[in-house]
């Protein structure tokens, strides 16, 4: 059988040891090459036969070095398969590696999961590791809740709100101390913004979007 070759970067030593006698378990796999600082692994990836580079985010010579790494190395080879390994979860880091090109960003607390994203890296059909997928998903369904909630303007929402509370105008009137002819402006400019014609669909698609929350049955 051939064996997947791996250049592993890492420049912890224990993680160095652990992560080669870790995937030497593998009867596909084997860590052909390591390095530990930047220098190396771009003299070992552009000069030696690996198939699969797992690199660490963070070498200690610049923060996210391995970053630099990857790029340098994908500029060098476009069709080079990467891995970032770090234990870092930030949103805007994960992004910046996907941007430079790498197929995967696994964590090392996940680090069981490297055989198959190496697999799969090498198999050209990687996918990002569930614990950083739900990261992206929460930072782009965050993004969508700051842009929804931006649509309506603050009066907009609290007149939305009471009513959502099941509020009838006379009494948001006294609530708010508007007039009923405001009451029915902000509504009807609400029902243009969320495409609806009626209040409860306005509210209904206002919780939908994270605009206002689900009013609690106590009102």
Not at 31 to 53: C, P
Not at 111 to 137: G, T
Request: glycine share 2%; net charge neutral; hydrophobic share 40%.
């Amino acid at each position: 059988m051939n064996r997947i070759k791996i250049l592993l970067v890492e420049d912890d030593p224990t993680w160095l040891q652990c992560l080669t006698d870790y995937i030497h378990r593998e009867v596909d796999l084997t860590v052909t090459a390591t390095a530990t600082n930047k220098a190396e692994a771009i003299r070992l990836a552009t000069s030696i036969d690996v198939d699969v580079m797992l690199i660490d985010i963070n070498l200690m010579e610049n923060e996210l070095d391995g970053i630099e790494v990857a790029a340098e190395i994908l500029e060098h080879d476009e069709q080079a398969k990467i891995i970032m390994l770090t234990n870092l979860e930030d949103v805007e880091v994960i992004k910046h590696a996907i941007a430079e090109g790498v197929d995967n960003y696994i964590t090392k607390n996940h680090y069981k999961d490297i055989p198959k994203a190496v697999r799969d890296a090498y198999h050209d059909q990687s996918s990002i590791h569930a614990s950083i997928a739900k990261k992206i998903k929460q930072e782009i369904r965050m993004a969508r809740k700051k842009e929804f909630e931006s649509l309506l303007t603050r009066s907009e929402k609290e007149v939305l709100t009471l009513v959502s509370k099941g509020k009838t105008k006379k009494q948001i009137q006294e609530l708010l101390f508007i007039t009923e002819s405001t009451i029915k402006k902000h509504l009807n400019k609400v029902f243009k913004k969320l495409g609806v014609s009626r209040s409860q669909e306005a509210v209904k698609e206002a919780i939908k979007k994270g605009i206002i929350d689900k009013p609690s049955r106590r009102g």
